[in-house]
């Protein structure tokens, strides 16, 4: 594990356009036609094995809530301890396996996704999650393309970092060994490429992974562990299971292997995770890599001096994006009073001109939230802003349930900086903009630094560099990816290592070294190559 085979640099995927009569859209109409044509049966999969268990929830896409396009296999207690015993299993093997021969499996999955599976992946996002194809092409292709052929990057740069001193007569090396245990991920639905890294990325490094996504996005994630074991994974390695959160909690954090968590989801359940892992720590072998990406309250900054077009392109694009089922969607922004007026007027036209419907129409902008719970939600806030004389919905506000789960996209315009959807992360295609005083912009600096607990995402949008300068500096602390002149999402694997702190998180950094060397225990090695005979010091010579 020294770096003697050489890696060359990943670049990332080119992202394909789908315009009107390209092959890439000709294969994704079929793919589409196909996923909804069928009922597929999703089984569990455990040391490579396809595990039914008769108890199966149906899944139906988020647009088109009465068509039925799959069914999983829900499993129990017993299927999590299989699972992990399966890993146990796998691991001697595994993390012995030299890691150019780990990379092979990861790139071969990589130039797989690239081509074959490219349509089928994109559609299986598309049909259950609700993304439309662009949405899809840069999630579930180019990004989880990216992971994997970067992370194989930086995993050769890792075990190529070796001491760069040595004494006379010492051979010092370093060991990144794979941690001891098994390790658990647990996947969100809104990103296929995230549900495929957090694995993945364990795996790649020696660790053996129990896996448990999100009920919403296992259609996709069959499509992720087909990919994997045509790309050569070992059975065992990555082991799948559709659990509920508690049983598979109570299982994996009390077993004396537990080696490390791979989270991103709601900063909630993060918390009484690892509040869980410390109350459990007494039972570990070792202390267990704790690496979660949280929540977000994402906001756009605009100055005085700002751009009115870029101000309203990048908020139309980060708010409602993916419906703003993203964690690092634009969801509050402050308004200078001076500009209040141009900008109004352009969004709320923009919004206007979004069409919203089902994702296998290929002109709709903005598609159906994920679920009826995610719904509810999101209509509970838009009727209590219509009731408040405190803000004003501005656009959208509407919404409709009776053949999928849609949302228009809404603004809102608060009276008061901290009124609760300024505050709460709604995680829908609702934004809520804050006008304050142009010469105040000390002040409105103060209100993004402090008015959310979350420190994900968020950007200034400026022409004034002094402005910019200021926001940076004194926003250091506000968010773990920070945008100028741009909508605060879109980080690019191997360009923007994505991350934040606070209540958003760990910050250690999808889709960069720091994030891989996380998944691996070092072990310094010094060999002596000609060893002292006599325990006698020169010193100790008389003069």
Not at 262 to 281: K, L, P, Q, Y
Not at 323 to 337: F, H, L, N, T, V
Not at 349 to 369: H, I, R, Y
Not at 483 to 498: E, H, M, R
Request: aromatic fraction near 10%; charge should be neutral; glycine fraction near 6%.
């Amino acid at each position: 594990m020294n770096g003697f085979f050489k890696i060359p640099n990943a670049i990332n995927e080119t992202v394909l356009d789908y315009a009107a009569g390209s092959k890439e859209k000709l294969e994704l109409k079929k793919a589409l036609a196909e996923g909804r044509s069928q009922v597929i049966d999703i089984p569990m999969y455990i040391n490579g094995k396809e595990v039914r268990t008769g108890k199966t929830q149906a899944i139906f896409p988020p647009h088109d809530r009465h068509h039925q396009i799959g069914l999983f296999h829900r499993g129990d207690a017993e299927h999590v301890h299989l699972a992990i015993e399966a890993a146990l299993t796998a691991k001697p093997m595994w993390e012995n396996m030299p890691w150019e021969q780990r990379a092979a499996i990861f790139l071969k999955a990589a130039d797989l996704l690239a081509g074959p599976y490219r349509a089928k992946m994109n559609a299986a996002t598309m049909l259950a999650q609700s993304k439309n194809a662009y949405q899809a092409e840069i999630d579930a292709a180019c990004e989880l393309i990216d992971f994997l052929r970067f992370n194989v990057q930086y995993m050769s740069e890792i075990y190529a970092d070796q001491p760069s001193a040595n004494s006379k007569g010492i051979w010092n090396r370093l060991e990144h060994r794979p941690l001891e245990g098994f390790t658990f991920a647990l996947t969100p639905f809104n990103f296929t490429a995230i549900a495929a890294n957090l694995p993945s990325s364990m795996a790649m490094m020696g660790n053996v992974v129990v896996w448990k996504p999100a009920f919403t996005q296992i259609y996709s994630a069959k499509v992720i562990m087909d990919l994997f074991k045509e790309a050569g994974l070992p059975d065992g390695v990555i082991n799948i299971v559709y659990t509920d959160g508690p049983t598979t909690g109570d299982i994996i954090f009390k077993h004396p292997n537990f080696a490390g968590l791979h989270f991103t989801g709601s900063t909630g359940v993060f918390r009484s995770m690892w509040n869980a892992i410390g109350s459990n720590i007494h039972l570990y072998k070792t202390y267990p890599r704790i690496v979660g990406e949280t929540g977000g309250k994402d906001f756009v900054l605009v100055h005085k001096s700002a751009d009115v077009d870029t101000t309203v392109a990048a908020l139309a694009r980060g708010a409602f994006e993916y419906q703003g089922q993203k964690c690092s969607a634009a969801s509050r922004a402050y308004i200078p009073s001076n500009l209040w007026n141009a900008i109004k007027t352009k969004l709320v036209e923009e919004v206007k001109s979004m069409k919203v419907g089902p994702t296998e129409d290929f002109t709709n902008f903005v598609n159906a939230v994920i679920d009826e719970k995610s719904f509810d939600k999101l209509a509970g806030y838009i009727d209590n802003a219509k009731k408040d004389s405190s803000v004003e919905v501005i656009v959208g506000g509407t919404y409709d349930k009776s053949q999928g789960f849609f949302i228009d996209p809404t603004i809102i315009v608060a009276k008061e900086p901290h009124y609760v959807t300024m505050c709460e992360e709604l995680f829908g295609p609702v934004l809520t903009l804050y006008v304050y005083n142009e010469n105040e912009f000390e002040k409105a600096l103060e209100l993004v630094n402090t008015t959310s607990e979350y420190a994900l995402t968020g950007a200034i949008i400026a022409q004034d560099r002094y402005a910019i300068t200021q926001a940076t500096e004194y926003l250091r602390h506000a968010a773990g990816n920070f945008y100028i002149n741009d909508k605060p999402t879109g980080a690019v694997v191997g360009q923007q290592p994505f991350g934040g702190s606070r209540a958003s998180g760990t910050n250690d950094k999808a889709g960069s070294k720091a994030n891989l060397l996380r998944w691996t225990s070092t072990r310094t090695i010094k060999e002596t190559l000609v060893p002292v005979k006599d325990y006698r010091y020169p010193f100790l010579q008389e003069a």
